[in-house]
């Protein structure tokens, strides 16, 4: 399956590539938050795809009375996880908390327990399909990988986590640019998951 994941910048050149049936190949739009929704929701319009996304830190909290919190057309998986053709797809948004009361932030402590509210589905993938997941969807890289040593920017150890337990094969994320170790290290091949930076998009090709 072809995917296109967008994270972070608002890339014009995409209308113009997607009017022109550059993306006529691609099945899935992924976001990997801080993206205005209205972005998301004009990608959808021209490329006629179901998008999956989780919100970032610049995002606004979910609310399904707001339907300025939530893309329309669009499906939120923080903390879902959902079967998509036959792909197994999850999704953890947010990042580490850097300021209070920040908007889809999380101690690690908090992250932890959002991720393990997401195990029982988990565990029913394993015991329907043989496998948790085969993509991971988040905002923030895990902790030590894709990072930054900004606090900001730091990873979160709950992702770690559930690339252990779930054994995805993709792990798509957003929320480092370009900063100082993230330049070179676009893509890691961690455990049996390979991790990408999808910042600002990425066309990606994947497999079971």
Same mark, same amino acid.
């Given at each position: 399956?072809?995917?296109?994941?967008?994270?972070?910048?608002?890339?014009?050149?995409?209308?113009?590539?997607?009017?022109?049936?550059?993306?006529?190949?691609?099945?899935?739009?992924?976001?990997?938050?801080?993206?205005?929704?209205?972005?998301?929701?004009?990608?959808?319009?021209?490329?006629?795809?179901?998008?999956?996304?989780?919100?970032?830190?610049?995002?606004?909290?979910?609310?399904?009375?707001?339907?300025?919190?939530?893309?329309?057309?669009?499906?939120?998986?923080?903390?879902?996880?959902?079967?998509?053709?036959?792909?197994?797809?999850?999704?953890?948004?947010?990042?580490?908390?850097?300021?209070?009361?920040?908007?889809?932030?999380?101690?690690?402590?908090?992250?932890?327990?959002?991720?393990?509210?997401?195990?029982?589905? #988990?565990?029913?993938?394993?015991?329907? %399909?043989? !496998?948790? =997941?085969?993509?991971?969807? @988040?905002?923030?890289?895990?902790?030590? /990988?894709?990072?930054?040593?900004?606090?900001?920017?730091?990873?979160?150890?709950?992702?770690?986590?559930?690339?252990?337990?779930?054994?995805?094969?993709?792990? #798509?994320?957003?929320?480092?640019?370009? %900063?100082? !170790?993230? =330049?070179?290290?676009?893509? @890691?091949?961690?455990?049996?998951?390979? /991790?990408?930076?999808?910042?600002?998009?990425?066309?990606?090709?994947?497999?079971?």
């Amino acid at each position: 399956m072809k995917i296109l994941a967008v994270s972070d910048e608002v890339v014009e050149r995409l209308y113009s590539l997607a009017r022109s049936d550059h993306f006529s190949s691609v099945e899935l739009l992924i976001g990997c938050g801080d993206l205005p929704y209205s972005y998301l929701e004009n990608l959808i319009t021209l490329l006629n795809i179901p998008l999956f996304y989780v919100p970032g830190n610049h995002d606004p909290n979910y609310s399904p009375q707001d339907n300025k919190s939530f893309v329309e057309g669009g499906s939120n998986l923080d903390r879902r996880v959902i079967r998509h053709k036959t792909f197994l797809i999850g999704g953890l948004g947010g990042c580490i908390q850097y300021r209070p009361n920040g908007t889809n932030q999380y101690t690690q402590t908090d992250a932890y327990l959002r991720a393990f509210s997401m195990l029982p589905a #988990l565990l029913l993938n394993r015991l329907h %399909y043989g !496998r948790a =997941l085969d993509i991971l969807i @988040t905002h923030s890289p895990p902790f030590g /990988i894709h990072d930054d040593d900004s606090h900001a920017h730091q990873g979160l150890k709950a992702i770690n986590w559930l690339i252990r337990v779930a054994k995805p094969r993709y792990h #798509l994320h957003g929320h480092t640019h370009f %900063y100082r !170790r993230n =330049l070179a290290d676009a893509e @890691t091949l961690y455990k049996e998951t390979k /991790i990408i930076n999808v910042y600002p998009y990425k066309v990606l090709d994947v497999y079971h």
